[in-house]
């Protein structure tokens, strides 16, 4: 199992930026692919993003492409999500996964803030 740690939420205007940080530990070796998804409240948990072991490969919603990005620093065992352009559409509660592959998550955060005021 990967313990994972979300941070960096908060609240900010429309137009502003944020970063999430995702801290894993534990079985690490296993966190292939990681990602992010949010739930804002009233509606279901959604994807936004999600990287793969090197980097090399990831995956966005359509509704974030262009405004956010996706990394990961494999040494801290840390992905990030940089987040620009944030609009109010944006607030949910903002979750790190992390399993096999970026297309299969099997372990969850416990989620971070978002809001985005108009």
């Known amino acids: 199992q990967v313990q994972l740690v979300e941070s960096g939420g908060g609240l900010v205007q429309a137009g502003g930026s944020l970063r999430l940080s995702c801290a894993a530990s534990g079985r690490t070796f296993s966190a292939n692919g990681m990602g992010w998804f949010r739930q804002a409240p009233g509606k279901e948990r959604e994807f936004v993003a999600s990287v793969g072991w090197s980097g090399g490969i990831s995956y966005y919603a359509d509704s974030v492409k262009g405004r956010f990005t996706i990394s990961r620093d494999n040494a801290k065992n840390t992905v990030y999500l940089q987040m620009n352009s944030l609009k109010p559409e944006d607030t949910a509660v903002y979750y790190c996964?992390?399993?096999?592959?970026?297309?299969?998550?099997?372990?969850w955060g416990r989620g971070t803030q978002v809001t985005v005021s108009s």
């Open positions: 996964a992390a399993g096999p592959t970026a297309t299969n998550f099997v372990d």
